[in-house]
T-cell receptor
């Protein structure tokens, strides 16, 4: 069964460093998303991406964040200068149409120290 | 997207049906009811969705009331592996939801006990 793949599974970084979280969505999907979940809290929407541009973003997704689909398979989330409060699980998701179900990856646990 | 209300937690005996309720009294005509679950901080997993008719798939059944103000997710024979947080999400389908985002609430923490 096709799945969304995220790497790495766990990333530890120093405060102020840049991190790139990587995702390989399901191959025929057209809509891509990033969500995050701070420990013990609910899953929060960050950004949606379609046709090589951001289609929607939340208030959390400020200038420190960016997304990119550098080739036909990868979808990345970059955090330019990490803060302690960026520590969370980051989930990538994809769907082939905006009205179909979304498939989520297993997440990257980001720890900022 | 319409707000949903779910009980924070529920218990269910293994092998019995688990019935998870969700209130969405402000749902509008073009909003679907989706159910996802999250097993111990893994990525959320799609279960089922519906508009107004009852739906069934290999995982669960979805019962939506006639006025669409509430719904129930039914896991017919719950197993220990069904222990998870279950999210009821109401979202617009179609042009009104440009990006297709999902707005998660706190969900219901279902514990299936032996």
């Amino acid at each position: 069964e096709p799945e969304v793949t995220q790497t790495p599974s766990h990333q530890v970084t120093q405060m102020g460093q840049e991190v790139i979280l990587r995702c390989v969505p399901i191959s025929n999907h057209l809509y891509f998303y990033w969500y995050r979940q701070i420990l013990g809290q609910k899953v929060e929407f960050l950004v949606s991406f379609y046709n090589n541009e951001i289609s929607e973003k939340s208030e959390i997704f400020d200038d420190q964040f960016s997304v990119e689909r550098p080739d036909g398979s990868n979808f990345t989330l970059k955090i330019r200068s990490t803060k302690l409060e960026d520590s969370a699980m980051y989930f990538c998701a994809s769907r082939w149409d905006r009205n179909t179900e979304a498939f989520f990856g297993q997440g990257t646990r980001l720890t900022v120290v | 997207d319409a707000k949903t209300t779910q009980p924070p937690s529920m218990d269910c005996a293994e092998g019995r049906a688990a019935n998870l309720p969700c209130n969405h009294s402000t749902i509008s005509g073009n909003e679907y009811v989706y159910w996802y679950r999250q097993i111990h901080s893994q990525g959320p997993q799609y279960i089922i969705h519906g508009l107004k008719n009852n739906e069934t798939n290999e995982m669960a059944s979805l019962i939506i009331t006639e006025d669409r103000k509430s719904s129930t997710l039914i896991l017919p024979h719950a197993t220990l592996r069904d222990t998870a947080v279950y999210y009821c999400i109401v979202r617009v389908v179609g042009l009104g939801n440009q990006g297709g985002k999902l707005i998660f609430g706190q969900g219901t923490e279902l514990s299936v006990k032996p």
